[in-house]
């Protein structure tokens, strides 16, 4: 039986939640999907480092909860050296899951970077390296013979881009749109229900949905990041950042809100994507009122949807979780599963 080692870079809510899921499920994964899965290390801003080739204690590990007690304090070190442990660790597949920085996708864009080139594959959640650096990355993991794997990138763990990817074979993609962030879906929601800007995303963020910095939904930040990458990965548009225009909700008054209401509409924030006639693809973020007939309308809370139009099916629409630490968590597993799937493939074609 193949047993993956991992590295898990940034042991906050998406990672800790991988451990527990290897620390509870693991069993079940062997026996339904034919590998294990041993932690070796871990790494974090808080907790320092923990390398340990022959596997470690996750029981220990999930106990630290960002206290004084630091990895120190079981064998390993307070300090973080991630270029170290990501290039020297015995692991198979680097777990990045720290935070996501849209201005130039860093420190992830590195962590990705040493791990590819020193053979290793990787799966992440963070859509910095993915949006801004997705081609080149994918190109390195290419030339290394490794895996690079993002799913967690849009819409959590439900499954969009190896969906589309793998089953949108033969259809021509003209272009989607969708509700692709969960924070400013619930906190439209929750104004709609009479609560206010502020309160409505304190909620968000104690239901881990938000962002570090929160702004990153309330502006459109973190929908433009993911209508790139859908765009580049699905559309092939070739865009950058800059060419993806961004409004945020938070010129969305109550006003606004109770008038759309009146009027049997509802507003959602709208990331979309479209070919041109000339090839050209055309993407953007904003809050639009819809009304309640639209597709888009009816989806609530922090659920996200994604509705894809091709040529030979009409539209096709995805609905799921958006956000939450299990369910980003499944997306890396669901990327590691992906990984072994393709390296059977491969094997069985020797
Ligand atoms: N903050 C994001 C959201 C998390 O609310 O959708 C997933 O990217």
């Not at 907790?47 to 022959?54: D, I, N, T």
């Not at 990045?96 to 594959?121: I, Q």
């Not at 993002?150 to 190896?162: C, H």
Request: charged share 20%.
């Amino acid at each position: 039986m193949t047993t993956y080692d991992i590295a898990l870079i940034g042991f906050g809510g998406v990672n800790r939640t991988l451990a527990e899921l290897v620390a509870t499920r693991g069993d079940t994964l062997r026996s339904e999907l034919g590998f294990g899965l041993r932690v070796v290390a871990i790494t974090d801003l808080r907790l320092g480092s923990l390398v340990q080739p022959e596997g470690i204690d996750l029981g220990i590990a999930l106990n630290l909860d960002g206290g004084s007690e630091t990895f120190a304090a079981h064998g390993g070190s307070a300090d973080t050296n991630n270029e170290l442990v990501i290039r020297d660790c015995t692991a198979d597949i680097i777990c990045e899951a720290t935070f996501t920085n849209p201005d130039d996708g860093e420190p992830a864009v590195s962590h990705v970077r040493w791990a590819l080139e020193s053979g290793k594959s990787v799966c992440t959640t963070n859509k910095g390296p993915v949006a801004l650096r997705g081609a080149e990355l994918t190109a390195l993991a290419e030339q290394n013979g490794v895996h690079f794997e993002f799913e967690g990138a849009v819409m959590s763990g439900t499954p969009v881009i190896r969906l589309a990817k793998k089953m949108f074979a033969g259809l021509k993609l003209n272009g989607f749109e969708g509700i692709l962030n969960g924070t400013s879906n619930y906190v439209l929601g929750r104004m709609e229900s009479g609560l206010d800007f502020e309160e409505a995303i304190s909620e968000a963020k104690e239901l881990g949905y938000a962002e570090a910095n929160p702004a990153a939904d309330i502006e459109g930040y973190d929908v433009q990041l993911k209508v790139l990458i859908l765009a580049n990965e699905l559309l092939d548009a070739g865009i950058e950042l800059k060419d993806v225009q961004r409004e945020g909700i938070s010129t969305v008054t109550p006003e606004n809100i109770q008038k759309a209401t009146r009027e049997g509409r509802r507003w959602k924030l709208v990331g979309s994507a479209r070919r041109n006639p000339d090839g050209s693809v055309t993407a953007g973020v904003s809050p639009v009122a819809l009304p309640l007939s639209h597709g888009l309308a009816g989806v609530s809370g922090a659920t996200n949807a994604v509705s894809f139009d091709t040529d030979l099916l009409g539209p096709v629409t995805v609905s799921g979780p958006g956000a939450g630490r299990v369910e980003t968590a499944y997306a890396l597993l669901s990327d590691i599963i992906a990984m072994h799937a393709a390296s059977k493939e491969v094997a069985a074609n020797v």
